[in-house]
């Protein structure tokens, strides 16, 4: 969950549909924008979104092969999507104890943070995206 700089909040679904809720007349309103992952279903542990560019960011991975194989998934305005190995070191798969959730932490180098656990350890990740 992420909220969208206008009273509202982008959020996903356990398989990664994407969802925007935001204020309207009576209520709110609820507008499905399709898979945030281009590929359909998976997983997204975190969401994140940057003001300063449009931009929705998640680290997802396959919700079919019980692996941990996490991508970087960037998303503009117009549902354009980019994707990306998520690396852990210098390896694109995770120890298979891993487990990599979202925080909505984002400091003022516009870095983000995704968090989890590796064997009950708490893990944190400090993302740059790219410029």
Request: proline share 10%; no cysteine; hydrophobic share 30%.
């Amino acid at each position: 969950m992420s909220p969208d700089g206008e009273n509202g909040w982008y959020f996903t679904t356990g398989k990664g549909r994407l969802y925007r809720e935001r204020p309207g007349p009576d209520g709110f309103l609820l507008d499905d924008l399709g898979w945030m992952h281009p590929a359909g279903p998976r997983y997204p542990s975190a969401l994140f979104r940057d003001d300063r560019r449009g931009l929705l960011y998640a680290v997802a991975m396959p919700n079919h092969n019980g692996g941990r194989e996490f991508d970087w998934v960037v998303r503009d305005a117009n549902g354009r999507t980019t994707v990306t190995p998520f690396p852990f070191g210098g390896s694109r798969e995770f120890p298979s104890n891993t487990v990599l959730y979202g925080s909505m932490t984002r400091d003022q180098a516009g870095r983000f943070y995704v968090v989890g656990t590796r064997s009950y350890k708490p893990v944190v990740l400090q993302v740059t995206p790219a410029p």
